[in-house]
Nanobody, 120 residues
Framework: QVQLVESGGGSVQAGGSLRLSCTASVNFNCMGWFRQAPGKEREGVALISRNGGYTSYIASVKGRFTISRDIAKNTVYLQMNSLKPEDTAVYYC????????????????WGQGTQVTVSS
């Protein structure tokens, strides 16, 4: 059974940093991070292609978040800097062997989610 296991969530003050990790049981072509805040729809945050040559971010995190991956470890990372209270959400890792493109939502494999809380 293909699995995605996330780690790295937690609580931090505004302006702080966290790094999320997601390790997959197999390598996927496209991997990404989504988040869902209470009362809001889930939104895509960032995604990355297999070799890291393509990345995409939502406007609200550009310049603050960086997505990267280690193919040898089947792991994707989300480095989150200058965190804001509005970044508070459950963050989900997603993976798919389809093409990687901006605003992609049709991932077929999802992690269980990890909570990120940013206090002001």
């Amino acid at each position: 059974q293909v699995q995605l296991v996330e780690s790295g969530g937690g609580s931090v003050q505004a302006g702080g940093s966290l790094r999320l990790s997601c390790t997959a049981s197999v390598n996927f072509n496209c991997m990404g991070w989504f988040r869902q805040a209470p009362g809001k729809e889930r939104e895509g945050v960032a995604l990355i292609s297999r070799n890291g040559g393509y990345t995409s971010y939502i406007a609200s995190v550009k310049g603050r978040f960086t997505i990267s991956r280690d193919i040898a470890k089947n792991t994707v990372y989300l480095q989150m800097n200058s965190l804001k209270p509005e970044d508070t959400a459950v963050y989900y890792c997603a993976a798919d062997n389809g093409a990687c493109y901006a605003n992609k939502k049709n991932f077929n494999t999802w992690g269980q989610g990890t909570q990120v809380t940013v206090s002001s």
